[in-house]
Every structure is written in structure tokens, then in C-alpha cells.
């Protein structure tokens, strides 16, 4: 390491935002992908009860996804994912991920709402997370790039 990496101090929120970030991109985002992805049955029960449809009806929207919307997904979950871990190594690349996770959110949250569950008469939760996903995300963006002009990414 150089010098000058060595005179700059972490600060503490980096370590809090960054934790922060990879619980809720990683506990929740790849959570969900994880389990909506390998159809996990107790999984899709809790969202068939929660959603008042029936199991099957979820199985079969999540397989009727396209390639593009399946890579558009992989895109936003895991570049959020991949963020939150470069900003832990104090990694500039943390932004490119960001940016990249948030044009994957974008997209697959346009399919979403152009293509929503069939029978789905409750969406105020899916409206409230298309904004507060991305907001999210654009914070983080934010703060990698205040990190980054202060020298602490590298």
C-alpha cells in the first residue's frame, strides 16, 4: 500500500452503512431471489397466504419470467449485493455495481408492474417497494461516490 492509502482513515459509518447495506441487499434482495427462484415451497406458501393467491398461480408467474427479466433481475439484486461487499473492501467499483443494480431494479420493476400477478388485488406494498428500492440505491450510489471523492475508496 501507498502512503497515501494509509493516511486515509476508514470512518466509522462506512463500516454501518456498509453492513447496514449488505443486510438488507443480501438478508432481504437475495433472500427473496434465492428462495422465489428455486420455487422454495415454504416460501411461496408464506407469499400465496400473504398475497391471498393460490401457490400454483405464484409458481407459474415466476416461471413464465423471460431470460431477459431473469438476467435484468440477477442484475439488481446481486450488483446490490456485490456493492455493499466492494464498499466493505473500500472498492470504487462499489458505485459501478450500484449503478449497475439499479438499472436491473429498474427493469425488472417495469416488468413487474407491466406484468403483475394474476388475481393480485393488494398493491400498495409492491408501489411502496418500487420506490423505496431504488431510492436505496441511489443513496448508496451517493455515498460510495462521497467515499470515493474523499479517498477512502480506492
Known sequence: MSDTENDV??????????????LWNGGGGGYDYVMSKTLDPGYIDLMSSTMGLDPQVIVAYFEAFPLW???????GVWGA???????????????HAFVASLVGIAVSTYYQFANPFPGEVDTVIPAVMA?????????LI???????AAGVLR
Open 9 to 22: 482513515r476508514t470512518p466509522w459509518h462506512l463500516w454501518v452503512v456498509g453492513v447496514v447495506s449488505l
Open 69 to 75: 427479466m431473469n438476467i435484468f433481475w440477477a442484475i
Open 81 to 95: 449485493v456485490l456493492g455493499s461487499i466492494l464498499l466493505l473492501l473500500r472498492r470504487r467499483l462499489a458505485i
Open 131 to 139: 420506490f423505496v428500492v431504488p431510492a436505496i440505491i441511489i443513496a
Open 142 to 148: 451517493y455515498y460510495a461516490k462521497r467515499m470515493s
